[in-house]
């Protein structure tokens, strides 16, 4: 027998087999083809509301802490945090409809733990210490198309994101061109005069920052225009020279003065800086930057055989820097731009 009509003997007698197959594997192809459209609409969901949250952490981290009332130092303002997490989150579209957050949806404010990447929720309280992160979860039911066949009218997905404002970091800037000792303010309190010599007692040097040469003419240039200071990131190098170097601490005397003049001096004599925190070997020639410190000065002596600035760190209050990102140690100044951790 010839093998073509085989095969028609064989088709004509398992066609209604053949048939029921062919229908069995259609439909689980088109369910396939279904689950895959419906699994890429969740993939695009999932995608828009992290954004979502991404956003709406972001912005709630930047008003985590705030100074509320123009005092120059902040205050913790877990209310206008989650207010704005919710704006953020009613501002962003899921499948071609703006979001609205919900009753299933979680604002919470705390800390955030780099060594154990974990997050701590502490609420609303007023010790700013406690706030350096906004977390928002957001969670929405998915309707399907063709995953229902099996079922499945809707997917729940879960998004979660996390904003930290830590210590001033990267694009960080100082007041005055003045840096602090890093090994002395992680022993303790630098105390309350600021000494300037050249015998290596020094808890601060004059600095140019990443300005070279760094001597007397440079040094005096930041201090009468402060708006010329340059921004840092943690890890540079700054460039130092030491000494009292008396033209320098009557630049200084004047740049008070004018803070007095301007209102920026308290009834209790303290002008409120930041300081860069260096950490050097060689307390002539460079250091690396390590973070920001709130520093209060409150005389600039320039005569006499106790030549030097005088103040105290500042443990009653955090200032922010308004253009610093975090990651530097924390020395009382706050970032002012919050970064996404996950």
Same mark, same amino acid.
């Given at each position: 027998?010839?093998?073509?009509t085989r095969f028609?003997?064989?088709?004509?007698?398992? /066609?209604?087999?053949?048939?029921?197959?062919?229908?069995?594997?259609?439909?689980?192809?088109?369910?396939?083809?279904?689950?895959?459209? #419906?699994?890429?609409? &969740?993939?695009?969901? /999932?995608?828009?509301?992290?954004? %979502?949250?991404?956003?709406?952490?972001?912005?709630?981290?930047?008003?985590?802490?705030?100074? @509320?009332?123009?005092?120059?130092?902040?205050?913790?303002?877990?209310?206008?945090?989650?207010?704005? %997490?919710?704006?953020?989150?009613?501002?962003? $579209?899921? %499948?071609?409809?703006?979001?609205?957050?919900?009753? /299933?949806? &979680?604002?919470? %404010?705390?800390?955030?733990?780099?060594?154990?990447?974990?997050?701590?929720?502490?609420?609303?309280?007023?010790?700013?210490?406690?706030?350096?992160?906004? !977390? *928002?979860?957001?969670? !929405?039911? *998915?309707?399907? =198309?063709?995953? !229902?066949?099996?079922?499945? #009218?809707?997917?729940?997905?879960? *998004?979660?994101?996390?904003?930290f404002l830590g210590?001033?970091?990267?694009?960080?800037?100082?007041?005055?061109?003045?840096?602090?000792?890093?090994?002395? &303010?992680?022993?303790?309190?630098?105390?309350?005069?600021?000494?300037?010599?050249?015998?290596?007692?020094?808890?601060?040097?004059?600095?140019?920052?990443?300005?070279?040469?760094?001597?007397?003419?440079?040094?005096?240039?930041?201090?009468?225009?402060?708006?010329?200071? $340059?921004?840092?990131?943690?890890? #540079?190098?700054?460039? @130092?020279?030491?000494?009292?170097?008396? $033209?320098? @601490?009557?630049?200084?005397?004047?740049?008070?003065?004018?803070?007095?003049?301007?209102?920026?001096?308290?009834?209790?004599?303290?002008?409120?800086?930041?300081?860069?925190?260096?950490?050097?070997?060689?307390?002539?020639?460079?250091?690396?930057?390590?973070?920001?410190?709130?520093?209060?000065?409150?005389?600039?002596?320039?005569?006499?055989?106790?030549k030097c600035l !005088?103040? =105290?760190?500042?443990?009653?209050?955090?200032?922010?820097?308004?253009?610093?990102?975090?990651?530097?140690?924390?020395?009382? *100044? /706050?970032?002012?731009?919050?970064?996404?951790?996950?």
């Open positions: 027998m010839r093998l073509s028609k003997q064989l088709w004509k007698g398992d /066609r209604g087999t053949i048939a029921a197959l062919v229908a069995v594997f259609l439909t689980a192809f088109i369910g396939l083809m279904g689950a895959g459209i #419906d699994l890429g609409l &969740l993939y695009a969901a /999932r995608g828009e509301m992290q954004n %979502a949250a991404d956003s709406a952490a972001m912005a709630a981290a930047a008003e985590l802490v705030k100074d @509320l009332d123009g005092d120059s130092f902040i205050e913790t303002n877990y209310g206008g945090s989650e207010s704005t %997490a919710h704006t953020y989150v009613n501002n962003n $579209p899921l %499948a071609k409809e703006m979001l609205a957050w919900s009753e /299933r949806d &979680l604002f919470e %404010a705390g800390k955030w733990d780099f060594t154990t990447k974990d997050f701590t929720s502490l609420g609303d309280t007023g010790n700013t210490d406690d706030l350096d992160a906004a !977390r *928002v979860t957001l969670n !929405r039911n *998915v309707t399907t =198309y063709f995953m !229902r066949i099996f079922g499945m #009218d809707t997917v729940g997905v879960q *998004v979660i994101s996390t904003g210590c001033s970091g990267d694009g960080g800037k100082a007041d005055v061109p003045i840096a602090i000792n890093y090994d002395i &303010l992680k022993a303790g309190n630098p105390g309350d005069a600021l000494i300037l010599n050249s015998e290596n007692f020094e808890n601060i040097q004059w600095t140019t920052f990443d300005v070279w040469p760094s001597n007397t003419n440079s040094v005096k240039a930041f201090i009468e225009d402060p708006d010329s200071i $340059p921004v840092m990131n943690i890890g #540079d190098t700054m460039n @130092l020279t030491n000494g009292t170097i008396t $033209p320098l @601490l009557t630049a200084m005397e004047n740049a008070y003065n004018l803070a007095l003049g301007r209102g920026e001096v308290n009834a209790a004599g303290e002008w409120h800086v930041k300081l860069p925190v260096v950490e050097w070997t060689n307390p002539s020639v460079s250091g690396i930057l390590r973070g920001f410190m709130h520093f209060k000065i409150t005389e600039v002596i320039t005569t006499g055989g106790d !005088r103040g =105290y760190w500042a443990d009653n209050g955090d200032m922010v820097d308004e253009g610093a990102g975090p990651g530097g140690e924390c020395f009382g *100044v /706050r970032a002012g731009r919050p970064a996404l951790i996950n």
